[in-house]
């Protein structure tokens, strides 16, 4: 998983692979409890998604900038555009939904 900055995001979301970004903070319980969850689908779709996180509190101008509110927030991006967004914490099959619908074009954003 890649850690996004300001500095690097906009040539992450603007690659040619889908860019997931764990939107989390230290102290957020929810966060904790999704990572490993993550840290697995990171593994599986590695060569069709790109994993990324983004630490809210270091962070603070891209949270707001995507109107970050909650945590965790998982935000799908192609093309330099968010596509696709889930708010909390979420069963690992929901969040392997979401990547596949995703992937196969039946974003919310679309």
Known sequence: MVKLTEENFQAYSNASKPLLVDFWAEWCGP??????????????????ITFGTVNVDEEMNLSSRFQVFSIPTFMLFKGGNPIDAVIGAVGEAALEQFLNRALNGSSAYR
């Open 31 to 48: 966060c904790k409890v999704m990572e490993p969850v993550i840290e697995r689908l990171a593994r599986k779709y590695a060569d069709q």
